[in-house]
């Protein structure tokens, strides 16, 4: 399996040497290194790997893998197959989240704890190990499991970095993706310090709306988060960030939504991502009906928006966007519903 070995000592604080294999580890250990060497090794790293659990298999080929970490708290990945050639690995970077996103499953956990650097590299490469052979080579890594990427954002570098890197696992930057809602300092910190792509969980065209659905938009309104993006885009040549926009049936698919949407995202080299809303246990919200969100996404096209319609993968397994995590007995609060959308709520329920 492949271990990290992480150097807290000297002048090697944060860097990360892996292998293929834990025997070549032991090989390196044993052979040819100075004894005085070898003793700091023994002192000063660590050698630790993700433990598999289970792989749960999808109707459509998604594959949902969860590993037991050191503590005994467990993760779950994520590999979805594309007939065109394409295999996208989908990446936790925290155990739960803090964000309470009131569509999410994995937000009703709360935050358990961060992932180190070592645990979210080693999900791409159990996948690659374990699953290649079955889907393909892994081509793509989105930054879109359990957790807020940004909320862990210096292991989220870390690790995207060596993803990229030629002596890691040798990604393109365009083929890594880490998503945010929003945590605008963090934001900039990503865009300023990483060549991997960006996307925004945007999922409302309005503060109210994103309030809700959203609370960290009471923090970084979404005002906020439009300006310092076209701010912080001036200065990335050829980057375009993807905006992330799960549709919840009479809360944010109006044709007038439709409509600000297009003036948000106006100056800002974009693409748009329509998602399907992924019902779970619990869920206050009903997914848009296929024939609006064509139509939702036909106005966009016509204002000359790049825009995409994401289909649900996985969902048959929990495995689809928004259905990853276990939030056990103790969950985090729904937020009350604003007057105005109570009838969309009242009718899903």
């Not at 949902?64 to 690995?89: A, H, Y």
Request: with cysteine; glycine share 8%.
């Amino acid at each position: 399996m492949l271990c990290f070995c992480k150097f807290v000592f000297g002048s090697f604080p944060g860097c990360f040497f892996f292998g293929d294999d834990y025997s070549v580890f032991v090989i390196i250990y044993c052979v040819g290194l100075n004894k005085d060497f070898k003793k700091m090794l023994s002192e000063h790293a660590e050698f630790r790997a993700l433990s598999l659990k289970d792989i749960l298999t999808s109707s459509d080929g998604t594959r949902k893998i969860l590993f037991m970490l050191d503590d005994g708290l467990v993760i779950e990945t994520v590999v979805i197959p594309c007939n065109r050639g394409r295999t996208t690995v989908c990446v936790s970077s925290q155990v739960g989240c803090a964000m309470n996103c009131q569509f999410c499953y994995t937000g009703r956990m709360g935050l358990k704890r961060h992932l180190t650097a070592a645990e979210i590299v080693e999900q791409a490469v159990f996948a690659r190990r374990l699953l290649s052979s079955e889907v393909g080579s892994i081509t793509n890594v989105v930054f879109m499991g359990m957790g807020e990427p940004l909320h862990n954002v210096e292991n989220v570098i870390k690790a995207a970095n060596i993803m990229v890197h030629e002596q890691g696992l040798h990604f393109s930057p365009r083929k890594v993706t880490v998503s945010t809602s929003g945590l605008v300092p963090q934001l900039k910190q990503f865009l300023n310090e990483s060549n991997c792509a960006l996307a925004v969980s945007l999922n409302a065209t309005t503060d109210e709306v994103r309030n809700w659905i959203m609370p960290i938009n009471r923090k970084y309104k979404l005002g906020l988060l439009i300006e310092t993006l076209r701010e912080e885009l001036r200065f990335k040549n050829n980057y375009k960030v993807l905006f992330e926009y799960v549709m919840l049936a009479g809360v944010n698919d109006s044709f007038d939504d439709a409509k600000r949407l297009i003036g948000l995202v106006q100056g800002i080299p974009c693409k748009i991502n329509l998602i399907s809303f992924n019902p779970h246990c619990g869920s206050q919200f009903t997914p848009t009906t296929d024939e609006k969100m064509i139509e939702f996404r036909n106005i966009l096209a016509g204002a000359g928006c790049t825009v995409f319609l994401r289909l649900s993968r996985g969902d048959d397994q929990m495995a689809a966007c928004g259905q990853l995590g276990n939030p056990g007995a103790i969950q985090a609060p729904l937020l009350r519903v604003p007057e105005k959308f109570q009838t969309a709520i009242n009718a899903s329920i």
